[in-house]
């Protein structure tokens, strides 16, 4: 292949921010396939709820070292205007982008008892209305000639989640916009799917909630970043230009 005359490509992944997230096995999966990497992040989310620091900025370094160029961007997708400030930005230092996942997520704990509408907004504007703004004006400036790909996070909201019901009805939005987005864009050949990547320990899980999970896991481990990126890495490659419009339960079985 000769640099000169072929397009790099180049992928957008949101809410990449900490080092044992999907986003950054994204990222760094992507940029092993030789794709040049722009990502986003919001710290002041990822301080209260993990206390994650600098993890960007590490993220950003492991990705020049794989040779590709790397643009990050923090960002509160919770604002309206979001999804154009990422276009532009990523437009201007990297190029036109063909693959856009969106990873990015607002999840805060709440069952029927405590939810009020400061919560339900809250998840609606990043998980709902931030994805699909996003996917939207990706889709609106797609110029290339080759296929695009969108890939979408979703969870486990096909299962009960009582103590997370505005994190789970966000989450099943996006799942029915997917298949409508996807029949949507197949006539400009941009692939739109969904991936459930089951219980992956980014982080969130403690050892108690991680040997409950094995248990009964039928593979006998819970999911790892690495687990997803792989899929989406396939999910956004010539070898996928034929499956759009599908919601995959990648679980090991769960």
Not at 100 to 126: F, K, M
Not at 219 to 244: M, Y
Request: glycine fraction near 8%.
């Amino acid at each position: 292949m000769d640099p000169n005359t072929t397009p790099r490509r180049i992928a957008i992944v949101t809410g990449a921010s900490r080092a044992r997230g999907i986003g950054a096995a994204v990222c760094k999966a992507l940029a092993a396939e030789g794709i040049d990497i722009f990502f986003t992040y919001w710290a002041a989310f990822d301080r209260a709820t993990y206390g994650a620091e600098e993890e960007p900025q590490a993220l950003q370094q492991a990705i020049w070292k794989a040779g590709v160029r790397c643009v990050n961007l923090e960002i509160d997708q919770g604002r309206p205007q979001a999804a154009r400030e990422i276009m532009d930005t990523v437009e201007e230092q990297l190029g036109s982008p063909t693959i856009l996942v969106n990873n990015a997520a607002y999840s805060a704990r709440g069952g029927y008892e405590t939810i009020d509408a400061e919560t339900i907004d809250a998840h609606y504007a990043v998980n709902i209305r931030g994805t699909l703004l996003l996917s939207a004006e990706f889709a609106r400036r797609f110029q290339s000639t080759s296929d695009g790909h969108i890939v979408n996070l979703i969870s486990g909201q096909a299962q009960p989640m009582p103590e997370e019901l505005a994190y789970g009805a966000s989450k099943g939005a996006i799942e029915a916009f997917t298949i409508s987005l996807a029949a949507a864009l197949a006539s400009k050949r941009i692939t739109v799917n969904a991936i459930d990547p089951g219980p992956t320990d980014t982080g969130w899980m403690t050892e108690e909630i991680k040997q409950q999970l094995t248990r009964i896991s039928p593979q006998g481990r819970v999911g790892q970043p690495e687990d997803a990126a792989r899929l989406i890495t396939f999910l956004t490659s010539p070898n996928a230009n034929w499956i759009t419009g599908q919601v995959i339960h990648s679980r090991g079985g769960m």
